[in-house]
């Protein structure tokens, strides 16, 4: 049972995570380059093809929000019905380390994804200017194309540090066995010593 849910986590991050990727990717490839500028009196009115491109932003911003979510409760979901505590997984130089890369790659993927698509749909919702010379930009070139690569990225740091938290809790739980057992066997002894003299 721990095993698919352990399981079901990492999916639900590698899907949600190559969603946020693809839909990054499509947005960059249907965003227009620019619009066509109409002249008026003392004004320029920006039309744009139709696209998909902030709808497409808005749901990979979605998925990497659930992506996240989701990593989160990689690390921290309890294993084996018990929970570890977060000493003892921080403790762990590796997982800290890779946990802090992962958190910084989904904020900067979070980041470029949204200054992408706010941006584009201001260009598209404010397409009236009275800069003559206008030339009715989009959204910066490659902003969501390198986004969802981060995006990835981080979706990919985020199964390591699922493959790095199930070693430390594995160590944990063992070294929490080893102890009980340890007191156990010594409980025992000391019964067996004490009962002893009484027999005799």
């Known amino acids: 049972m721990a095993l698919n849910s352990t399981w079901s986590l990492a999916l639900g991050v590698a899907f949600f995570g190559t969603l946020s990727f693809i839909f990054g990717v499509i947005a960059e490839n249907k965003k227009p380059p620019f619009g066509t500028a109409i002249k008026g009196k003392d004004v320029v009115i920006c039309k744009y093809p139709s696209d998909p491109t902030v709808a497409l932003g808005i749901l990979s911003i979605l998925a990497l929000v659930v992506s996240w ?3 989160h409760a990689v690390v921290f979901y309890p294993y084996n019905g018990k929970s570890v505590p977060r000493e003892t ?3 762990s130089c590796s997982l800290v380390v890779f946990i802090f890369i992962a958190e910084l790659t989904s904020a900067l993927a979070l980041i470029f994804l949204a200054w992408a698509t706010v941006t584009e749909g201001l260009h598209l919702s404010r397409n009236v200017h009275h800069n003559l010379s206008t030339d009715c930009p989009t959204a910066k070139t490659g902003l969501f194309g390198g986004a969802a690569f981060i995006a990835l990225d981080a979706t990919l740091f985020w199964l390591v540090c699922q493959m790095l938290t199930l070693n430390v809790r594995a160590d944990f739980l063992d070294e929490d066995q080893d ?13 067996d010593a004490i009962s002893a003299p009484n027999k005799a």
């Open 89 to 91: 997984l921080f403790r």
């Open 179 to 191: 102890a009980k057992g340890h007191y156990g066997q010594v409980y025992g002894t000391d019964c």
């Open 69 to 71: 979510v989701v990593g």
